[in-house]
């Protein structure tokens, strides 16, 4: 069964530095779709970043990059210059080829800013 | 460019009851999701309409059903209402036909709370 980890129950970052925040993922599927929401206080999901499994580069968005790792099924959400914000909850997903359309998603990573 | 709306925001039912939350997808999307996330959890996937048919369905039992109508809006709809129901739900729109690169956006969600 595929499963998505997100290792970081919570973390702290200094504004204006960067941030990396973990999602690791065990498939056998070899395409699938990664993406990274963020969640504020208020419960919405916001979608910040899109990597295939096939892509040859690292996708960026703005301040958010992913390191995409496939051999080390790793793709980390980096944020640059950390803002305030920022503050809320992370979700890694992934949509799986062999799983329909439905999104699996981590278990979520508190990322809160200090000023 | 209106984003996924749901309704209502909140709401307050007790055990037994039956409840219908309703989402309207981002303008030019024809697919439908439902999650269901519970506190401290990452969501879950419930189903997915599209062409006002069930698509695909997550480990949720029968008690659970939705709706699709051809303006692409859907009902979830829930019966004999259990405690552990109460979570946010939350809807998520998408446009067919990208494999895995189909990107869900979400609404703000409708908190439940089952007495």
């Known amino acids: 069964a595929q499963k998505i980890t997100q290792t970081q129950p919570g973390m702290f970052v200094q504004e204006k530095e960067a941030v990396t925040l973990d999602c690791t993922y065990d498939t056998s599927d070899p395409s699938y779709g990664l993406f990274w929401y963020k969640q504020p206080s208020s419960g919405e999901m916001i979608f910040l970043i899109y990597?295939?499994?096939?892509?040859?580069q690292n996708a960026t968005e703005g301040r958010y990059s992913l390191n995409f790792q496939k051999a080390r099924k790793s793709a980390n959400l980096v944020i640059s210059a950390s803002q305030l914000g920022d503050s809320a909850m992370y979700f890694c997903?992934?949509?799986?080829?062999?799983?329909?359309?439905?999104?699996?998603f981590g278990g979520g990573t508190r990322l809160m800013v200090k000023p | 460019d209106a984003g996924v709306t749901q309704s209502p925001t909140h709401l307050i039912k007790t055990r037994g009851q039956q409840v219908t939350l309703r989402c309207s997808p981002k303008?030019?999307?024809?697919?439908v999701s439902w999650y269901q996330q519970a506190l401290g959890q990452g969501p879950q996937f419930i189903f997915q309409y599209y062409e006002e048919e069930e698509r695909q369905r997550g480990n949720f039992p029968d008690r659970f059903s939705g709706h699709q109508f051809p303006n692409y809006s859907s009902e979830l709809n829930v019966n004999a209402l259990l405690l552990g129901d109460s979570a946010l739900y939350l809807c998520?729109?998408?446009?067919?036909?990208?494999?895995?690169?189909?990107?869900?956006?979400f609404g703000p969600g409708t908190r439940l709370l089952v007495l």
């Open positions: 303008s030019g999307h024809d697919t």
């Open positions: 990597q295939g499994s096939y892509d040859q």
């Open positions: 998520a729109s998408s446009l067919v036909g990208q494999r895995t690169k189909e990107t869900q956006y």
């Open positions: 997903a992934m949509r799986f080829n062999n799983a329909g359309n439905m999104l699996t």
